[in-house]
């Protein structure tokens, strides 16, 4: 596998002037800071520290154990010295790294409204990335298309977020390529990722088998959270009629009739059963999922995202479910 890391610091990509990127870049990220991220400010009120959980803990507090609390948060020296069991209250390190995976294949070319799967990726991640970054993290990038073309090392700052925006929007499709290999892009990323970080795995998950368990190993190193990507077409067919559907990253094509019933029926229960099997896939990995629909609202994503961020807060706080229910 070729290296990634450019050997000069003088040439690393962070480092290039504004002027060097493309203006839709600038426009991208002006309209998303005043449509999303804007109102995610309003909605949100404090709760960004559930986005992330930082690398360390730091002790704010000494308070009467409760029950549920987790026992080993439980202070001995103090609970001996009180004859009352305390435990230890932490807030945690918010600063750490925050990493997206973003799958550009030719598959997230595809989408039956005005937006394509691409545009909903790159547009989350510009979204999460800028949230990120205002508060002091820092954020990277590994990019997926034919192969892992493109690290963007972390670091902070609106003009990093640009960067990798932009450099998202410059990766188009090349035309065929190959089914998909998104194992390659989660082992690359268990392989350079270092530091304990939070992962964002981006993809439509449209992919030959074996990433289920690059996905779990990147996950016991790493907080995880895999978002998908997709369109409602992929999931229902209307009556079009007699067409040609074509994969675009073997070029095989074939002739349908959509208008036969039976044939939605069949594609409908097969799309179900896929859908059972990512979400099966993400449970086993022991990761959070988090849904995109290219018909769907950006700021009601991020919100869910956060909901779902402090309800596993909430377990963690309160030591974790017990052993027979994790298993269940």
Do not use: C
């Not at 995610?40 to 009120?45: F, M, N, Y």
């Not at 909903?120 to 990038?141: C, D, K, P």
């Not at 067409?243 to 039976?262: K, Y």
């Not at 769907?296 to 961020?309: N, S």
């Amino acid at each position: 596998m070729k290296s990634w890391w450019r050997k000069k610091p003088a040439q690393e990509a962070p480092a290039a002037s504004l002027a060097t990127l493309r203006p839709s870049a600038e426009n991208v990220l002006k309209r998303l800071e005043w449509t999303v991220i804007r109102r995610l400010d309003g909605l949100l009120q404090g709760d960004y520290r559930t986005l992330l959980r930082g690398a360390g803990l730091d002790l704010a507090d000494l308070r009467e154990y409760q029950h549920h609390d987790d026992v080993r948060h439980i202070d001995w020296n103090v609970t001996a010295r009180l004859q009352v069991t305390h435990v230890r209250e932490f807030t945690e390190d918010r600063e750490m790294a925050a990493w997206f995976l973003v799958d550009l294949s030719p598959s997230v070319d595809f989408g039956s409204g005005e937006l394509a799967k691409r545009n909903i990726a790159s547009e989350f991640t510009a979204v999460l990335a800028r949230m990120l970054t205002r508060h002091g993290n820092r954020v990277g990038a590994m990019l997926y298309g034919a192969g892992v073309d493109a690290v963007i090392p972390t670091r902070g700052g609106r003009r990093h977020v640009l960067h990798l925006l932009d450099s998202i929007q410059q990766r188009q499709a090349s035309g065929e390529t190959g089914t998909t290999k998104l194992r390659e892009l989660l082992a690359a990323g268990a392989a350079m990722i270092r530091r304990r970080s939070t992962i964002f795995v981006i993809s439509d998950f449209i992919s030959e088998p074996g990433w289920e368990r690059a996905l779990a190993m990147l996950a016991q190193r790493h907080e995880v959270v895999a978002v998908r990507v997709l369109d409602p077409l992929e999931l229902a067919l209307p009556d079009l009629g007699l067409i040609t559907m074509r994969d675009v990253e073997t070029g095989e094509q074939l002739l349908v009739d959509t208008h036969d019933a039976g044939f939605r029926k069949r594609f409908s229960r097969i799309a179900a059963q896929r859908e059972a099997e990512l979400r099966q896939a993400f449970v086993k990995a022991g990761v959070d999922a988090l849904e995109l629909s290219t018909d769907g609202d950006l700021v009601d994503a991020v919100i869910r995202f956060v909901e779902l961020r402090k309800r596993r807060a909430r377990l963690a706080a309160g030591g974790g479910l017990p052993a027979h229910l994790r298993a269940a």
